[in-house]
């Protein structure tokens, strides 16, 4: 079966760095757009990052532009994100996600999400 298992979070200080990573399997990786999502209590999941399956296109929410970077290893079959000079406003757990848009969310899976606390 898919899994998608993330790993990295914890506590970091403001102005901090912490990279997130997930781990790939059960799929054919390089034909899955890969994606970190987040949700804060109270808000709607969001978007963070996107990287198509060649990894040659990559977009950012504009709340991350500059400060967090996305990449993927289709060899590894991982997906990684550096964030840096990280804001209170980043405390949210982190979801990675793999799709393909040509079939809607037929082929949407998720990982269990992992925790960032960022400490005011």
């Known amino acids: 079966q898919i899994r998608l298992v993330e790993s990295g979070g914890g506590l970091v200080q403001p102005g901090g760095s912490l990279e997130l990573s997930c781990a790939a399997s059960g799929l054919t990786f390089g034909t899955y757009t890969m994606s970190w999502h987040r949700q804060a209590p109270g808000k709607e999941r969001e978007l963070v990052a996107s990287?198509?399956?060649?990894?040659?296109?990559?977009k950012y929410a504009n709340s991350v532009k500059g400060r967090f970077t996305l990449s993927r290893d289709n060899i590894k079959h991982t997906v990684l994100l550096q964030m840096t000079s990280l804001k209170p406003e980043d405390t949210a757990v982190y979801y990675c996600?793999?799709?393909?848009?040509?079939?809607?969310?037929?082929?949407?899976?998720w990982g269990q999400g992992t925790q960032v606390n960022v400490s005011s």
């Open positions: 996600k793999a799709g393909i848009p040509d079939w809607g969310t037929l082929y949407d899976y």
């Open positions: 990287i198509n399956g060649d990894g040659d296109r990559t």
